[in-house]
């Protein structure tokens, strides 16, 4: 196959052919991009928690662009996991230590003397691809639920690889994003990257250039005053209350016109001022121009709620 198309093949299939919106954005454009594999940092201890226990916390060296050229080609025959996003119809890198092997079994199983000698880079056994496998599968994991709260993108582990092809994610020449993280492992240092093609950002640019972590913006006020003058000119109904009286249903049923209520409090002319059914302001009843009228005395506070009360001061 030629290399050209090579190259388009294994892109993303709908950026086939040239697409000038796939240039690449400043990282300082694409916070959310920072803060999900700042998440995604936070999330590995729990996530490989039963594998074998970190020594630190891991660290998040750097976040930045490249090209898949010059990432790829700094780690010649590195294992890489391969995770597939459905979302943003691409895929995105694991690339592991180059000892990451050695460094599992030392962790997991306490056998550090594959860490002492150098030794040129081998093809994993089948117990060393499981354990890696393992690993990528709870590190998957962990970095979809980092991308969840700003950009799902709903990956799954497809394989482990060997870093020959500088194809891998595409044309060689795109742009990427790469994020280094440090692992702090019983047996010493890990190093992890992770490497997503500008592709498979495009779609999720304008959700990735919000901050999560910004502070709300202030309101539009045109619309604040707008919302204002509405409520300001809603109509509700106020009630003035003289008394309360308990009353039985019998005596109820047995009103008449022409009957004389007995008020119980002493303070007559104390009359409590209610909108909606919340107190107000405490009243007192007068006339003026032949109609009653009411004077606002004082206002109810929120524990002073009873007649009785108002009327033993």
């Not at 779609?203 to 619309?223: F, I």
């Amino acid at each position: 196959m030629p290399r050209a198309e090579h190259e388009a093949a294994a892109s993303a299939p709908w950026l086939n052919g040239a697409q000038p919106e796939a240039a690449a954005a400043p990282i300082e454009r694409l916070p959310g991009l920072v803060y999900a594999f700042e998440q995604f940092a936070l999330n590995i201890p729990e996530a490989i928690l039963s594998l074998h226990r970190l020594a630190g916390a891991p660290a998040l060296e750097e976040t930045r662009a490249t090209s898949l050229f010059e990432a790829i080609g700094q780690r010649q025959n590195h294992i890489a996991a391969v995770l597939r996003s459905e979302a943003a119809d691409g895929r995105i890198l694991l690339i592991f230590d180059a000892k990451i092997a050695d460094i599992l079994a030392a962790a997991i199983f306490g056998d550090e003397s594959a860490l002492v000698a150098e030794r040129p880079p081998r093809p994993l056994t089948n117990i060393e691809l499981q354990i890696v496998s393992e690993l990528a599968k709870r590190l998957t994991g962990a970095l979809e639920a980092a991308f969840a709260p700003v950009a799902p993108l709903e990956l799954r582990f497809e394989r482990l690889t060997t870093l020959v092809d500088l194809h891998a994610l595409g044309r060689r020449d795109g742009p990427a994003v790469e994020a280094e993280l440090t692992l702090e492992t019983p047996a010493g240092p890990s190093l992890l990257a992770v490497l997503a093609p500008h592709t498979l950002l495009v779609p999720l640019r304008k959700k990735l250039a919000v901050d999560p972590t910004a502070e709300p913006g202030p309101g539009d006020p045109r619309w604040a005053r707008q919302l204002e003058a509405g409520l300001t000119r809603a109509k509700v109904g106020v009630s003035a209350v003289l008394d309360q009286v308990p009353m039985t249903l019998a005596e109820i049923a047995g009103l008449a016109v022409g009957q004389v209520l007995t008020l119980q409090g002493t303070g007559m002319g104390k009359v409590r001022l209610e909108c909606e059914g919340r107190e107000m302001f405490w009243c007192r009843l007068g006339q003026a121009d032949g109609r009653y009228s009411l004077e606002v005395e004082e206002a109810i506070e929120p524990e002073d709620n009873s007649l009785e009360s108002a009327l033993s001061h």
